[in-house]
């Protein structure tokens, strides 16, 4: 079973730009769609940005188009989103998740359509 694992979170300035990273303990990522994932306190977990297993397809939510991109090197078993000029409403706790499928979901990056989720880590935005 895929079990994933975020790090990179913490806090920045807005502005600032922080690295996510996403790696899988014992196991390979080479064929799940990866998708991250974030629940601001209070709010419903949204889709950020998800890639396909061969990287060709990606998708993000409108809130953080050309300011975040999604990648991944599969021969580090490594799915990175990397988030520039973060403002404070790109607070909240983010989330890595593995689709069971290489293919984007229906949805494009729905929480629904990913089966193995990571703990989370926090990224807080503030000065």
């Known amino acids: 079973q895929v079990q994933p694992v975020e790090s990179g979170g913490g806090l920045v300035q807005p502005g600032g730009s922080l690295q996510l990273s996403c790696t899988a303990s014992?196991?390979?990522?080479?064929?799940?769609?990866i998708g991250w994932f974030r629940q601001a306190p209070g709010k419903e977990r949204e889709g950020v940005s998800c890639?396909?297993?061969?990287?060709?397809?990606?998708h993000y939510a409108d809130s953080v188009k050309g300011r975040f991109t999604i990648s991944r090197d599969n021969a580090k078993n490594t799915i990175y989103l990397q988030m520039d000029n973060l403002k404070p409403e790109d607070t909240a706790v983010y989330y890595c998740?593995?689709?069971?499928?290489?293919?984007?979901?229906?949805?494009?990056?729905?929480?629904?359509?990913?089966?193995?989720w990571g703990q989370g880590t926090p990224v807080t935005v503030s000065s």
């Open positions: 998740a593995a689709r069971r499928f290489g293919g984007l979901g229906s949805w494009g990056c729905s929480p629904n359509e990913h089966d193995y």
């Open positions: 014992g196991s390979s990522l080479d064929f799940n769609a």
């Open positions: 890639i396909s297993a061969s990287g060709k397809s990606t």
